[in-house]
């Protein structure tokens, strides 16, 4: 993988990157498996050996319970990025759907909803809820702004040239 990042992501960017992981295992009830065996078919094995490694990545993110120091390294970066965008293909059609204005409403906002509780249910696990931003992660309105901005990424991220929008989107530092 040549690298293109220029510079080291931000702790913006890092909870950024975990969130999107977050909204894939909110999407796919098998997604923490899904992502480690989609690393190690893309052959990223080097980044990812294991399961345990893949976690240690993403506990850079500060606003996690087990949250560790230091940022992740350019190659790595470039890794976990490739990893969503090549799972953002395999969730193509369900992000459509998501985000289609063609879908029945009572559908569309019941697909939402299970997305929302799913969505909650991993954050309140995994990240540390004294936290504001956090707590304000939880409340149903920011919620539920935050799962439509990255399942718009996500839709984003997927197709031909996927990798470059999704990286220049994480050194955006206004978003």
């Known amino acids: ?4 990042l220029k510079t080291k992501l931000g702790r913006k960017a890092l909870e950024r990157i975990d969130l999107l992981l977050l909204t894939i295992e909110s999407l796919d009830l098998n997604g923490s498996e899904s992502i480690y065996w989609t690393s190690q078919r893309l052959g990223l094995e080097k980044r990812f050996p294991n399961r345990v490694e893949l976690w240690k990545k993403r506990c850079l993110n500060p606003l996690r319970k087990s949250s560790r120091r230091g940022s992740l390294t350019n190659h790595d970066t470039e890794a976990l990025i490739l990893l ?8 193509y ?3 459509r759907q998501l985000l289609s204005s063609r879908e029945p409403e ?3 906002s019941q697909r939402w909803s299970l997305l929302n509780r ?5 954050v309140n696990e995994r990240m540390n809820t004294r ?3 956090v707590t304000k992660l939880l409340q149903s309105e920011y919620l539920t702004k935050v799962n439509r901005q990255m399942i718009l990424i996500l839709a984003l991220s997927s197709g031909p040239g996927g990798v470059d ?3 220049a989107s994480l050194q955006d530092q206004s978003i």
């Open 131 to 133: 936290r504001g931003s």
């Open 84 to 91: 969503i965008c090549t799972i953002s293909n395999n969730l």
């Open 118 to 122: 799913r969505f909650s249910e991993l």
């Open 106 to 108: 009572n559908i569309t």
């Open 93 to 95: 059609p369900l992000l």
């Open 1 to 4: 993988m040549k690298s293109s």
């Open 165 to 167: 929008r999704l990286m």
